[in-house]
């Protein structure tokens, strides 16, 4: 297909509209833990919010050979689980894929010798972290229904840390 595609996490980022590149902010972690929805303590719904994980940026930068430059792409991004089941999360209308589809162009680069690949980037902010269990998944990529294994990001979702607990030990008889 002539398509490169590495898909990334990160805490943060903004892209440049002008140039399409992107500034991050912890890029490349894989782990998160599950956390409480920030503003909610005790006796206001702590116990009934859910669990979520940090706030992440999902990127995808995609390297182009000059022949696929200047089409119009179909990038498709998609939160698995381990086995590769589809996550879905609670939404307005039931419960719905974690999934994220948009058109695309690569530029063919200007100025370059014939043969240097174009370059496009993505990016999916999630600024509220997901409601997902403890496990691993992975982001996955497609262009124009077609992937592969390494057009992935795999990462670990840790249980929240247990409260600290202080007390004595009961008396002996």
């Not at 005790?42 to 430059?69: F, N, S, Y």
């Not at 993505?122 to 996955?140: N, V």
């Not at 840390?161 to 008396?171: D, E, L, R, S, W």
Request: proline share 12%; with cysteine.
């Amino acid at each position: 297909m002539g398509v490169k595609i590495y898909v990334l996490l990160a805490d943060r980022g903004t892209q440049n509209p002008h140039n399409g590149t992107l500034s991050l902010l912890n890029v490349g972690w894989a782990v998160t833990q599950l956390r409480r929805p920030m503003g909610l303590g005790p006796g206001l719904g702590m116990a009934a919010a859910p669990l979520l994980t940090g706030p992440q940026v999902v990127v995808v930068l995609i390297e182009a050979e000059l022949a696929m430059c200047n089409r119009s792409l179909t990038l498709e991004i998609e939160l698995l689980t381990e086995d590769g089941e589809i996550v879905e999360v609670p939404g307005p209308a039931g419960p719905q894929a974690v999934r994220l589809e948009q058109s695309l162009m690569v530029p063919s680069p200007s100025g370059v010798p014939t043969g240097f690949p174009g370059r496009a980037t993505a990016m999916m902010e999630l600024p509220t972290g997901l409601p997902l269990s403890p496990g691993i998944y992975r982001w996955q990529a497609r262009v124009n229904g077609k992937e592969e294994d390494d057009w992935s990001a795999h990462f670990y979702v840790a249980a929240p840390p247990q409260a600290p607990t202080f007390g004595f030990p009961a008396p002996s008889e």
